[in-house]
Every structure is written in structure tokens, then in C-alpha cells.
């Protein structure tokens, strides 16, 4: 998470001990915000408490000055290599018995993702989950089930 490294061979989700916020689980936090089941409000309110609680974070180690949107965008894309590395090379079966044994270390780098996404949106003034809505409806209307259904052809070869 170091503003200025190159390269990195281990991740660690923050733990945001500076947070006012802090005494509230961050997995319980996740769990919630990104819990299909959970009422809109409280997803918005996770996800509120959960970006209050990154932006506490890396404002207390002064790190607004080197988050300008190229280097949030490439420290996302990062991480989600980091994601994509544990499956890298790996057969069916294996990526199977692998995500068994590293569940947390995969869960981690997800969340690392889901911190520069939450980054990224608060500080262009994004409502990440209002676009996230119109985007699942955008591709509702893009891949109708009818059409869709059990394919994976791109909407416009449909």
C-alpha cells in the first residue's frame, strides 16, 4: 500500500487503527456492504463507513499528495493482478484445492482492489454504487436473458 513502491510481493490489508471508526470489524463492514441480501441503505452506509475509514488511513499518513488519478487507477489495476497471480498456471482441480488452502491471502488482495476502487470513486466524487446499479441494468438490457442465456458472446454478436 506504500505510495511510492515499484514492486511488492506481499499485500496487507490496512487495518485503520486511526479510524474513529475503528471499532468496527472491517469484515463485518464488507460483509455487509457487499451482502446481496443487505437493504440498500446499509450497504451505502458500509460502504460510507468503509471509505471514511480508508480516506482516515491514508490521510493520516499524508498520502493524498501522491494519489493523483493515474497512479490510484494503476495501483487498482496492481492488485488486480495480484488476484489474477494466484490463479496463474494452475488447471481446474488445481485452482479448486488452491482457493481451499489460500482463501484468505485471494481475500486479501480482493480487498486491496476494493480499497483503490473505494479510493478512486470518493476522491472523482463517484457514487460507486449508484453506478454500479445503473451498470447491472445497462447489461440487463445489453444481454437479455433470452438472448444470453448459457452463452458468452459479446452483446453486440448476440
Not at 88 to 101: A, C, D, F, G
Not at 108 to 128: F, G, K, N, P
Request: aromatic share 8%; proline share 5%; glycine share 2%.
Amino acid at each position: 500500500m506504500c505510495p511510492t513502491r515499484k514492486f511488492k510481493t506481499t499485500t496487507r490489508v490496512p487495518q485503520f487503527q486511526e479510524s474513529k471508526d475503528a471499532r468496527i470489524p472491517l469484515q463485518r463492514l464488507i460483509r455487509g456492504a457487499l451482502n446481496p441480501t443487505s437493504p440498500p441503505r446499509l450497504a451505502m452506509k458500509n460502504i460510507t463507513e468503509l471509505t471514511k475509514r480508508i480516506i482516515t488511513f491514508r490521510d493520516a499518513r499524508d498520502w493524498k499528495q501522491f494519489h493523483n488519478p493515474k497512479d490510484v487507477a494503476l495501483s487498482l489495476v496492481l492488485e488486480a493482478a495480484e488476484v489474477m497471480e494466484h490463479f496463474q498456471w494452475k488447471s481446474k482441480k488445481e485452482m479448486e484445492k488452491y482457493i481451499i488452502t489460500n482463501k484468505i491471502d485471494i481475500g486479501e488482495e480482493l480487498a486491496d482492489v476494493l480499497y483503490w476502487v473505494l479510493l478512486m470513486s470518493h476522491d472523482l466524487r463517484i457514487d460507486v454504487l449508484d453506478m454500479l446499479e445503473k451498470k447491472i441494468k445497462k447489461n440487463e438490457e445489453k444481454y437479455p436473458v433470452e438472448k444470453a442465456k448459457g452463452k458468452h458472446t459479446k452483446y453486440n454478436k448476440l
